[in-house]
């Protein structure tokens, strides 16, 4: 058998069956990225009135929190609805099923795109009308960007879901706080040049901290830097593909400590 | 003549670090037949049907299902497969109509809607197919769960306690309708229970497991004859018990 288009259908359909029944569900995809989005927009709004404005440029930092929001919020649309099949206990009902794990991670995916539609679409809105954020000043390279973050997303989103499938529940809070150790990192409100030599070469393994670096070079001056751009995919193409390793090699570890029948608990 | 074997599994073991939870065992289920499983708890029934099912790995030995070695190639026979364990639940949200759409989508069936249909007159469903799973009592779970089971017409059904915490009325009635599966379809059922007068019924064939390994195989009422005792858990009783000889 091979990869079936209908089984990846199945599955995202039987997410939002889930997602439509559920108004907490929904509210929740919207919830955060908007009151994240107040915070720091006003946090801008204040201070491009009180200091130097050049780190403000074009909206830097609603588009900083926007493109971090793309990050984050990829990864936990990926892990929550794996997390879904393991709070409800119906893992080893998919596990059993003709669906391969190729084709559950291309659910997974796709519903990761579904939710940051459902919850980045009114915040851009927002943040277009309120917050300077210049959608147009960013143009193709938003494309380009938010690409690259989702990928950068699904890649930590699979190891997750690795390490849920081997540790049960007792990996769950990775999955809401995993992303959180990029934050610093990766430079996503302040250049890399701020940061602590030592730490640079940490900063430069991550493919958001190139991303960032490119988004703030449109803002600031204009150019889409395609050298951050090349970087940021071969960065992720690695990423991806140990991503994709270790998720093979826990879900084979999984099934080595019979713990798949058993991943609720 | 013996009926070419849908399940087999040859001297398979499996540790989970220093402890050997199937020791060696070697049996094969012939094909249109029912057999159980039959242990205390430990005895290692839940390991062997997951590794039947290809999600516990082997330490060693073989487990192929319809002639594909289950560790290696799973993939190509699930859709003939399928089953059912009171430890696994359904999305509790989705209606029981959505349940079954997805299922009948993930393995593969034809026609949904049709089958759907089919399975809510045979199972009693009919009132339930739009209200939601976790809404529904055990016995209605227990329904919906065997509907799942039986939405690909599965060849292979393995059933893990398929009537436990059930009241005798709704299990009656669901040992009645794998009975009348088994004999429409000619489909190899595979069972763990604890529970005797279900085994007796329904199965050619108990395999008693004692702490890993096989400690007698044979037809129910053949059991019941070698131990000289009345009835099944009787038996049970005294394999647990390790009081085989005393008995005879």
């Known amino acids: 058998m091979t990869f079936s288009v209908t089984r990846v259908a199945a599955l995202c359909l039987r997410y939002l069956y ?12 919207i919830y955060w990225p908007i009151l994240n989005l107040l915070t720091w927009g006003f946090l801008q709004t204040y201070a491009m009135g009180s200091t130097n404005q050049t780190l403000f440029v074009g909206g830097a930092l609603v588009s900083g929190l926007l493109l971090w929001e793309v990050l984050f919020r990829g990864q936990i649309g990926f892990s929550v609805s794996f997390l879904e099949e393991v709070w409800s206990r119906n893992l080893g009902n998919i596990l059993m099923s ?68 081997r540790h049960g529940l007792g990996a769950e809070s990775l999955a809401w706080t995993i992303m959180f150790v990029f934050w610093p990192l990766c430079c996503v409100y302040y250049p890399l040049s701020v940061l602590p030599g030592w730490m640079k070469p940490l900063a430069l393994a991550l493919p958001p901290t190139h991303v960032f670096e490119g988004m703030r070079a449109v803002l600031s001056q204009g150019v889409l830097r395609l050298d951050l751009l090349a970087y940021a995919t071969v960065l992720n193409i690695i990423w991806i593909a140990i991503a994709a390793f270790a998720f093979a090699a826990l879900l084979e570890k999984a099934r080595d400590a019979g713990s798949l029948l058993s991943s609720g608990e | ?85 009171p430890y696994v639940d359904m999305p509790h949200r989705l209606t029981v109509r959505q349940n079954l759409t997805v299922f009948g989508m993930l393995y593969g069936v034809a026609d949904i809607r049709g089958r759907i249909a089919t399975l ?129």
């Open chain 1, 18 to 29: 889930l997602l439509v029944s559920s108004w907490p569900r929904l509210l929740e995809l």
């Open chain 1, 98 to 165: 003709p669906l391969r794990p190729i084709e559950f991670v291309a659910a997974l995916m796709t519903m990761s795109l579904l939710r940051l539609a459902v919850g980045m679409i009114p915040t851009v809105i927002l943040a277009v009308a309120f917050f300077g954020f210049d959608l147009a000043r960013l143009g193709i390279g938003f494309a380009a960007f938010f690409a690259l973050l989702v990928i950068t997303g699904w890649a930590v989103g699979l190891v997750v879901c690795g390490l849920i499938l």
């Open chain 2, 1 to 85: 003549m013996t009926s070419p074997a849908t399940i087999a599994v040859d001297a398979l073991v499996k540790d989970y670090g220093p402890v050997r939870a199937v020791d060696g065992i070697s049996f094969a289920v012939a094909s249109g037949s029912t057999a159980a499983l039959l242990g205390g708890n430990g005895a290692g029934k839940s390991t062997t049907i997951g590794m039947i099912m290809g999600l516990v790995k082997p330490t060693s030995g073989t487990v192929t299902v319809l002639g594909t070695d289950m560790a290696r190639r799973r993939h190509d026979v699930l859709h003939r497969m399928n089953f059912e364990s």
């Open chain 2, 120 to 248: 809510a007159e045979a199972l009693d469903l009919v009132d339930l197919l739009d209200r939601p799973s976790g809404k529904l009592s055990a016995g209605q779970k227990t329904r919906v769960a065997l509907a799942k089971a039986l939405v690909n017409e599965p060849e292979v059904m393995l059933l893990d306690e398929p009537t436990a915490s059930l009241d005798p009325d709704t299990a009656d009635w669901i040992r009645s309708h794998l009975e009348r599966y088994r004999a429409a379809r000619g489909a190899t059922i595979l069972l763990a229970s604890h529970n005797m007068g279900e085994v007796e019924r329904l199965c050619d064939r108990v395999i008693m497991l004692k702490q890993g390994r096989i400690e007698d195989d044979a037809a129910p009422g053949e059991l019941v004859r070698r131990y000289g005792r009345s009835n099944l858990e009787e038996v049970f009783l005294d394999v647990a018990r390790g009081r085989r000889e005393a008995a005879a």
